[in-house]
């Protein structure tokens, strides 16, 4: 069996990789989607967020208002490090009892992590390869704007909140580019795939 760690930066493409390389027969972790559960009630995350942040966070429901909190750590580096010091290292938790699952059912099978803050929580050592989606700011900004429909003022500062594209292209050890067409990155993702098929014992391209 073979990890993968995916990430990039706003707009950089980790989504259309992903999705594709379930499709090629992956199984994807979505960071994002743990992320969404460990803010449920009755978890450990849930209460050690509520106790540092304030019952206001919480709405009618007994839910956490993400807005609100967002309020809170928007803007506010000690607040923001407070949070994900709770939340990420039990999305860690998450994402490696997946991954042991998957592995007892089918030794095999190739897993990735989709995870935008792959380096910044320091998961670096959860996955055996680490594929970077590449993405120049300039193009970044437009692909964002056009998606979400914001103004390039609202996408760069979103940009500018999160590592640099240099930087994690330096840290990552595969580089996929995604400056081109939707095929182009296919492509390259396809090659990446068939080299990892021939890593795995018994496996055939």
Known sequence: MVVIGLTGGIASGK???AGHLKKLGAHVIDADLL????YQPGTRAYAAVVDTFGSDIVDADGKIDRKILGSKVFGEPQNLERLTNIVWPEIRLMAQAEIENVRKADSA????????????????????EIWVISLNRDAAVQRAGAR?????AAVQKRI??????????????????NSGSVADLLAQLDDQWQRIKRLIPGEVS
Request: aromatic content about 4%; cysteine-free.
């Open 160 to 177: 500018d909140a999160q590592m640099t594209n240099s930087a994690r292209v330096a840290r990552g050890g595969i580089i996929i580019d």
């Open 148 to 152: 979400d429909g914001v103004d390039e």
């Open 109 to 128: 099978k190739i897993i990735v992590l989709e995870a935008a803050v792959l380096f910044e929580a320091g998961w670096e050592d959860v996955v055996e």
């Open 35 to 38: 992320g969404h559960r460990v």
């Open 15 to 17: 989504s259309t990789a």
